[in-house]
Each structure stands twice: as structure tokens, then as C-alpha cells.
């Protein structure tokens, strides 16, 4: 988005170069508007990345003050100013250091969206960044090995299908290895044992089952670690003791939701921890000493971390922190533990734990960067229940006004005569979960527009166990819409919810359930934004990247059994709306549609015959087109505009205002 001045000096609305439109011009767009959004587009989210391997330093990513994508810097003392190390035009993801040299640091970029990540060596003395991959395939999941010599990585470029492990000595490109070749595409590094020697990865074959493989890192060679079971078992997460006494693993198995399992190598030994906690393990780091477990549960969205005693199982230690999410967890040698937490009013902060005696600092916080805290609502959850008695929660983001009573912060609720307009935004994945975050540019719907957020979990979503995780596999699919009845219908009974005024919201899986929302109860949603939405599961499984079908096919049906094609054609949005087309008083809520070019998961030809039927029948449809994106925006001048569009859109097509 950019703020220009016209001849006649009246500022003006452009869309970036890269932008296409269709159905809206930024002509139509309110300088005025933009610029009364600026300050929730302004806000920078950092993420923590790594310590510096002998310096009281750390690595995080986050947007430069006057840059366009994340890059990595360094910050050197707690609240110190962070320091860029990169800079460019596209983002810098996932970053470590080298595990000796605090020198060199490893990372991945891709160009355009793309997903076609490279993996990039830093020399931060000479400041020479050096890309080691082929610059045209694949790359993920790089890592050091123990002692700073190789790195590992995966790459589908043999075929475009099978994620294959390699290995590199970084200081010579050239000496690329295929150590392992693989089947499929879900395939990650989750540890490499102390001595270099073996590594543990995941093969992901669906959300409901994984394996635990070892591989020796000098052959290739590999070995099932994870228990054959009759029932499949998901495994989330895998952990070398640091002195190779044991394996740390997360499971499902005979539970509903995952915990960690303690494998000693002297007996075979197997130890459950915690079971008693009912909820998802999402992240297990063990102290260098092994004496240290860092376990962060989700509760019910809420991230959760404990500090566990491993021969004794104690909770001894857990922070007391905002409802939020936490991103990274990491062990420095000498014990300290750091932390990455983003909740309603922080769009990122890095903690850190001493343990002796515990104590906690917070090392860097993002900032609100002028943006006024007293309009951002503090999230709050309430449940639904549908007509075959599946339950599920939803994250309540209400205008209103927060403000601190003494030393207890409160938030105050706007009460409107009639209720508010509100806007369901579903999370994408589909194996995802909404959880209670900072909202970005969303911030701007509830803080000046006094419109609802409401952000469900419906069946499917991740975090409430792997019976509530697999009710929307396959033909499963269609009983979702049952919850987004019973959510509809329950926010028509709420008295601060204005029923007549509902939109609908979401990317990727989400922007599938806003289509398929619109398609299925016609008439009851005022309009809907569909980014990066899959139209058709048919043509999505031809068209989505090679690596990446099988895993689709787990999730949502395999489109070669003639049973299975035959549920997906009903469930496909495009299908429902063309049979829909055939009555003579047809009409579609006004429909924002917002897609990126180069979008390897949800190709842009999902969108693309959407928007195509629409037009056909000249319903009203915005459609948004970044050619240098990919599976969302990422620049930010491109996400500026897709902001400003959102609140455009909603103004006109919800809120009734011209």
C-alpha cells in the first residue's frame, strides 16, 4: 500500500506494482482510512531463533523499521537493540548458529513465495552471504551436525516427490551427498545425537500417524525406532538425552493426546511422563545436563510451559504468563533457558529463565510501535455445540476498552443496542488451531470499526485430542458443516452479536471454509474473504505440488476411488455454487478473493475458477492478485494492501458504509 500526493497535493491510495485487481480499484480506497490503519500495519513480530553458541547473544527474526520481509539479527544484551545481519528483498527463515562459531549462522530463503527454499551460509565478519543449494529444488529442515562440519537438509529434487535427506560440508557446495533416499514427502530432522553419529527424523504419513526412524549419518542407513502398533500413532516430537543415555519421544499412543515417552537404552525401558496432564505436548527441550525437561503444553490454545525434573518427574517451575502462544523453546550450555511468547498485546517477546535460582528476565519485546494497547481486545473462548453433539470452542475478540484498575489490567466490552457485526475467521491447515495471538491488521476490526472476531476450532482442528483431530477426515469433511450451523446459530442468539450482519474470513483451509460457509447456508453470511482457498478438492489435488499430494490425500479423500471422488465433487465449494447457479434468482454474497501467483500449496487456478464463475454470472466479487507471493503475503507493502482491501470490503459489504 502506498500514501501518494496528487497534483493538487490531495494524498492518495496505490496499490504496489506486483498488486492485480479486478472488480475494485485503489482509486475507491480512502487515503484517510489508510492512513488511520497505518499504525496496526506498523507493528514488527519478532521471532527467537537461537543462542549464539559462546556469547551472551541471541538470533531472531523481525522486519527492519523501514524493510519489506523478516531478516535476521542479533542482540547482544537483554532489551538491547537488535542488529540486522541480512537484508534483501525476500524473508529470511529458520535460523541457527553454528554450533562452535558464533561466526557463521545457516538459513533458508525462498524468492516470491515460491516455497522453493535455499539454504544460505552467513559469514558475519566478512559479511558474505553464500547460497550452498542449487538455487532451483526444494530445500528444508537444514541443520548443523554436533561439531559444525556438515549439514543435513531434505530435498524432493530427485524426483519432485521424495523428500531425500543430504548432507554437506558447507565449506565446499560442492560436496552435496544424497545420504538417504526417502518415500514421500513428510519427512524432518528432529534431533542429531551428541556424537554425531545418528540422527532422528519424523515421517509424517498423516496428522493421526507418524514413525520415529534413526539414521546413521555416515551410511544412510535406517532403522524403525517407534514401536509397530496395530492402531497408527501419531509421533510429534523426538529427543536424544544429551549423554545418550535415552530417547525422549511425544505419542498418541493408548492416549488421546500426546505426551512424552522415556526409551533407556541399557533396558529398553520404556517410562510415560505426565500423563496426567491432558493435553498436547507440543514442545520437549532438554537441558545439556539432562537434568532439565522444558515441556510446553497447549491447553485448550493456551501454551503452557513447565520445567521437569527427568529423574523424578517434579514440576518445579512454570511461568505465570498472558494466554498466549509459545513459539521456541532452547537450552543455552550454561543452563539458561529462552523462551518466545506472543499474546493479545504482543506480537512477540523473548523471555529468559535462570535456573539457579530460577528467575526470569524478558530479553527483547516487539512493541506495539506507538500502536494504542487500550483498543486491542483481550481474547476470550466460549463453546458451541452442534446437532450430533460434537462441541468445539471459539475465540471472542470484542471491541471494547483495556485498562488497568490499580495493578489489574481489565478489559471493558462494547454494548451496542441490537449487537455488533462480527466477523468468523477460520484457521486454516486443516490440521491447525486458532489460538488466542496477536492479530496484526485484524486489530483494526474490533479497535475502529467496533466489529466482532470470532475464531472457531471446529472438528478437525489440532489440540483437543486425535478423536476430535480425525472427525473431518475423508468423507468426514461433510459433517464441518454441521459446526458452522451451530456456530451461525448460536451467534444469532447472542445479544451482543447482531445476527443480520455476519461475514466469513479465512486462508488456505480456512479460505475453503469460508467458500464452502457460503455455498452451504446461502443468504445467511452478508459477504466473505477467501485467501488462498481451495475451490475444488479435485482440481487441488491435481494441481498441488508433487511432494505434498499423498499428504493431502490422507487428509481430505484420494480422489482416484470413485466413492471418494464422488464426496469430494459434493463437498467442493465451486461444485455446490454451480448447481446453485441453475435457479433464476441466483445470488452469491459479495466475495473478496486474495491470491498469491506463485502459491506452491493452493495453486492460484483455485482462485482463479472461482472468481471466473462468479463474474460468469455477474455476482460481486473483489479479486486480489500479488504475482511475487506465494501461499500468503509476506511483503509489506502488498500486505498493507490486502489490509486496506479487507477493510474496504468490509465496510461496504458488511458494515453497509460507502
Not at 516455497?115 to 552467513?122: D, G, I, P, T
Not at 455476519?502 to 483451509?509: D, N, Q, R, T
Not at 466473505?528 to 478438492?537: L, M, P, Y
Not at 479487507?646 to 460507502?658: A, D, V
Request: charged share 25%.
Amino acid at each position: 500500500m502506498i500514501l501518494a500526493q496528487t497534483a493538487l497535493g490531495v494524498p492518495e491510495v496505490s496499490a504496489p506494482t506486483n498488486i492485480v485487481t479486478r472488480g475494485f480499484t485503489d482509486k475507491e480506497f480512502s487515503a484517510e482510512r489508510a492512513a488511520k490503519l497505518a499504525p496496526y500495519l506498523k507493528v514488527r513480530p519478532l521471532r527467537f531463533q537461537d543462542w549464539h553458541p559462546t556469547a551472551h547473544a541471541m538470533l531472531i527474526t523481525r522486519r527492519p523499521a523501514r524493510g519489506q520481509v523478516t531478516q535476521l539479527h542479533v542482540v547482544n544484551k537483554p532489551n538491547g537493540e537488535p542488529m540486522a545481519l541480512t537484508d534483501g528483498a525476500e524473508p529470511v527463515r529458520s535460523a541457527a548458529y553454528h554450533p562452535k562459531d558464533g561466526n557463521r549462522i545457516l538459513f533458508l530463503r525462498d524468492a516470491g513465495g515460491s516455497e522453493k527454499y535455499q539454504v544460505f551460509h552467513l559469514d558475519v565478519a566478512a559479511k558474505k552471504t553464500t547460497m550452498l543449494t542449487d538455487g532451483k529444488h526444494r530445500h528444508t529442515g537444514a541443520r548443523w551436525s554436533p561439531d559444525g562440519r556438515r549439514i543435513a537438509y531434505f530435498s524432493p529434487k530427485r524426483n519432485g516427490r521424495d523428500n531425500d535427506l543430504y548432507t554437506m560440508d558447507p565449506t565446499k557446495p560442492a560436496s552435496e551427498k544424497l545420504l538417504a533416499k526417502l518415500p514421500g514427502g513428510g519427512w524432518w530432522i528432529t534431533d542429531w545425537s551428541p556424537d554425531g553419529r545418528l540422527l532422528l527424523v519424523i515421517e509424517y504419513l498423516s496428522i493421526n500417524h507418524s514413525k520415529i526412524h534413526i539414521i546413521d549419518a555416515a551410511t544412510g542407513e535406517r532403522s524403525l525406532f517407534s514401536p509397530e502398533t496395530k492402531a497408527k500413532v501419531s509421533h510429534g516430537l523426538a529427543r536424544f538425552d544429551p549423554q545418550m543415555r535415552a530417547v525422549y519421544y511425544t505419542c498418541d499412543e493408548s492416549f488421546d493426546f500426546q505426551h512424552i515417552v522415556r526409551v533407556d537404552f541399557k533396558d529398553g525401558r520404556r517410562t510415560r511422563f505426565l500423563t496426567e496432564i491432558r493435553w498436547d505436548v507440543e514442545n520437549l527441550k532438554i537441558s545439556k545436563d539432562g537434568k532439565t525437561l522444558a515441556v510446553v503444553h497447549n491447553e485448550s490454545g493456551v501454551s503452557r510451559l513447565r520445567l521437569v525434573d527427568s529423574k523424578t518427574q517434579r514440576v518445579f517451575y512454570s511461568p505465570k504468563l498472558f494466554p498466549g502462544v509459545i513459539h521456541s523453546v532452547s537450552w543455552r550450555a550454561d543452563g539458561l533457558l529462552a523462551f518466545d511468547h506472543e499474546w493479545a498485546h504482543a506480537p512477540g517477546e523473548v523471555h529468559v529463565l535462570d535456573l539457579s535460582p530460577v528467575s526470569s528476565v524478558r530479553w527483547q519485546s516487539a512493541g506495539l510501535d506507538g500502536l494504542d494497547p487500550s483498543k486491542l481486545p483481550i481474547p476470550v473462548s466460549g463453546t458451541f455445540t452442534s446437532r450430533d453433539g460434537t462441541k468445539f470452542d471459539a475465540w471472542f475478540y470484542y471491541p471494547g476498552n483495556y485498562f488497568y484498575k490499580g495493578r489489574h489490567a481489565q478489559f471493558s466490552r462494547l454494548q451496542v443496542s441490537g449487537g455488533l457485526p462480527t466477523v468468523i475467521y477460520y484457521h486454516g491447515g486443516p490440521e491447525s488451531q486458532f489460538r488466542p495471538r496477536f492479530m496484526g491488521g485484524y486489530n483494526y476490526l474490533p479497535g475502529e470499526l467496533n466489529v466482532v472476531l470470532v475464531c472457531p476450532n471446529v472438528r478437525g482442528s489440532r489440540g483437543y485430542g486425535k478423536r476430535f483431530l480425525a472427525a473431518d477426515n475423508g468423507a468426514k469433511r461433510r459433517a464441518v458443516m454441521l459446526d458452522v450451523e451451530a456456530l451461525r446459530n448460536g451467534l444469532n442468539e447472542m445479544p451482543n452479536i447482531d445476527g443480520n450482519r455476519l461475514a466469513v474470513m479465512g486462508g488456505s483451509y480456512g479460505g475453503y471454509m469460508t467458500l464452502a460457509s457460503l455455498t452451504h447456508m446461502p443468504g445467511f453470511f452478508k459477504c466473505g474473504i477467501d485467501r488462498v482457498g481451495i475451490s475444488s478438492f479435485v482440481t487441488f489435488l491435481k494441481n498441488t505440488s508433487d511432494y505434498r499430494r499423498d499428504l493431502r490425500r490422507a487428509e481430505y479423500g484420494d480422489e482416484r476411488d470413485p466413492k471418494m471422488l464422488k464426496v469430494l465433487e459434493e463437498i467442493s465449494p465451486l461444485n455446490q455454487m454451480q448447481k446453485q447457479m441453475k435457479e433464476p434468482n441466483f445470488q452469491f454474497s459479495p466475495l473478496l478473493i486474495v491470491q498469491g501467483a506463485n502459491d506452491p500449496r493452493v495453486p492460484a487456478s483455485e482462485s482463479a475458477q472461482m472468481e471466473a464463475a462468479l463474474r460468469a454470472k455477474g455476482q460481486t466479487v473483489w479479486y486480489l492478485l500479488a504475482k511475487d507471493e506465494g501461499h500468503g503475503f509476506r511483503k509489506k507493502a502488498n500486505r498493507d494492501f490486502q489490509y486496506l482491501a479487507t477493510i474496504e470490503f468490509f465496510r461496504k459489504h458488511l458494515l453497509g458504509k460507502e
